[in-house]
């Protein structure tokens, strides 16, 4: 089993930035890929990025050029580097751990709020 937990959303103005982490514990030797999703009031869960433990990303168009992920040295951490934060990136952001056994676990969500 993997445990995850989040950390740094907010409220930020339109044009502001936010950094969010989230570490791993449990079986982390099983993990292969790490990544945020989100979701907002009323929409489906959706993928911002990615990132493999050899740390190749891989981004939703929509946060393409705004948005960095990278995983920790211990690789049982993954960031999530948001700037130029837009309204519509308001949403609730979630860590996600995905690899063998099959592994494909979640973190509790932390909220990020972007004011117009």
């Known amino acids: 089993q993997v445990q995850l937990v989040e950390s740094g959303g907010g409220l930020v103005q339109a044009g502001g930035s936010l950094r969010l982490s989230c570490a791993a514990s449990g079986t982390i030797f099983s993990i292969n890929l790490m990544g945020w999703y989100r979701q907002a009031p009323g929409k489906q869960r959706e993928l911002v990025a990615d990132i493999t433990n050899g740390g190749r990303p891989n981004y939703a168009d929509s946060v393409k050029g705004r948005f960095t992920i990278s995983r920790g040295n211990a690789k049982n951490t993954v960031y999530l580097e948001m700037n130029s934060l837009k309204p519509e990136d308001t949403a609730v952001y979630y860590c996600?751990?995905?690899?063998?056994?099959?592994?494909?676990?979640w973190g509790q969500g932390t909220q990020v709020t972007v004011s117009s």
């Open positions: 996600n751990a995905y690899g063998y056994g099959p592994l494909n676990a």
